[in-house]
Each structure stands twice: as C-alpha cells, then as structure tokens.
C-alpha cells in the first residue's frame, strides 16, 4: 500500500526557516517524480515544487523560487522541502504528492508564518 | 506559465442531478490534464488523467473529455459524496498549475 507520511510542519517567525520531510513507503521510491503542493487556509491549491526520481533536476513556483530547495533521499525513501526567508503568504498545509499526475497524497502537515 | 480557468466557481445541483465543470488553458496542454476531489478537511484525491481516463476505484458516473485547451469533468448523476470541491491540474510542463476549484454544493 502507498503511503505518504508528511512531517515538519510548524509555527515559524517571518523570515525563518524550516525543512519539511515526506516519508514514502510502498511503492519504488527512487522512480517517482515527487511533488509539493500547497493550500493556503481556505484557498485552492497551490503546486509548489517536483524533484525528478534521481534528484538531478528540480522544479519551482516562481512564488517560491531561491527560497525553497526539494531535495530527496532516495536510501531513506524520504522527500524533504528546505524552506527559507519565509513569509507570511507561506501559510498552508503542504501536502507530498507522487507523479507527474498527483496519483497519491500525504494527509499534509500545517506551516504557520506569523509574529 | 499556463493559466487555468475553471468555471463555474460554485455550482449548486441536487442529489441525482447531471453536472459538468470546464476548465480552459491558455494555451493548448494536448490533454496533460488531470482532476480532483477534495473532501473538506482531506488530501485532494484523484479522478480523470489524461483527459479522460478513469482512476481505478473512481465510480463510472465520474467521466473527462476534452483536447487542446478545453476540458470538462462531468458527474452522471450526483451522489451525496460527490459534494465538494474539484480541481483541474495541467502537467504538459512546469510549472504544473490547478484550476481555481469548483465547489459543488447542495441545492
């Protein structure tokens, strides 16, 4: 069974950081496109980030470009969202997402940007 | 990057009742185009890909059409679980991009 486990979330000061991680299980890892998207409360959603399977090549919002990194580590089958300068407007829960198409999610982990 | 336009915003309808919601592109996708479901509270779960193939587990009342630029989800005939938001999503490039969501409401 695929499973998509999001960790990380939390209250942060704007401009902190924060790194979020994805641990999947179920599945083989390391061939999927991975993805983060997000929801800001009571908005729509938001594709924020993809990493290809080997991690060679990443893809950005350009709401979030030169401040968030995806990474993943394929040996521990986990995806991480390294989230710098972050901004009230960063406020949402960010979900893991597999595949070109959003084929499975996590349940999503809440990230609150407020002073 | 590529716009997607849902319409309607908010659709009310009753129990039974047939329903479709558009989504347009700027610009031609050659159907990489997807659609979910978000239950309040819950992961969006997903529908159609490709346009028009069905998820497996997803009811056949649920069906996509479209190529180009235009694309329509419909619901054959609506039922209780079927209320709630559905989004678009197109991944012909990135940066993918949603639709804005319809919510599909009790009448």
């Known amino acids: 069974e695929v499973q998509l486990v999001e960790s990380g979330g939390a209250l942060k000061q704007p401009g902190g950081s924060l790194r979020l991680s994805c641990a999947a299980s179920g599945f083989t890892f390391s061939i999927y496109v991975m993805n983060w998207v997000r929801q800001a409360p009571g908005k729509g959603l938001e594709w924020v980030s993809a990493i290809t399977g080997s991690g060679s090549t990443a893809y950005y919002a350009e709401s979030v470009k030169g401040r968030f990194t995806i990474s993943r580590d394929n040996s521990k089958n986990t995806l991480y969202l390294q989230m710098n300068s972050l901004r009230a407007d960063d406020t949402a829960i960010y979900y893991c997402a597999r595949e070109e198409v959003l084929d499975y999610w996590g349940q999503g982990t809440l990230v609150t940007v407020s002073s | 990057d590529i716009q997607l336009t849902q319409s309607p915003s908010t659709l009310s309808a009753s129990v039974g009742d047939r329903i479709t919601i558009t989504c347009r592109a700027n610009?031609?996708?050659?159907?990489?185009l997807a659609w979910y479901q978000q239950q309040p509270g819950k992961a969006p779960k997903l529908l159609i890909y490709q346009a028009s193939t069905l998820e497996s587990g997803v009811p056949s009342s649920f069906s996509g059409s479209g190529s180009g630029a235009e694309f329509t989800l419909t619901i054959s005939s609506l039922q209780p679980d079927d209320f709630a938001t559905y989004y678009c999503q197109q991944y012909h490039s990135y940066p993918s991009t949603f639709g804005q969501g319809t919510k599909l409401e009790i009448k």
């Open positions: 610009q031609t996708i050659n159907g990489w």
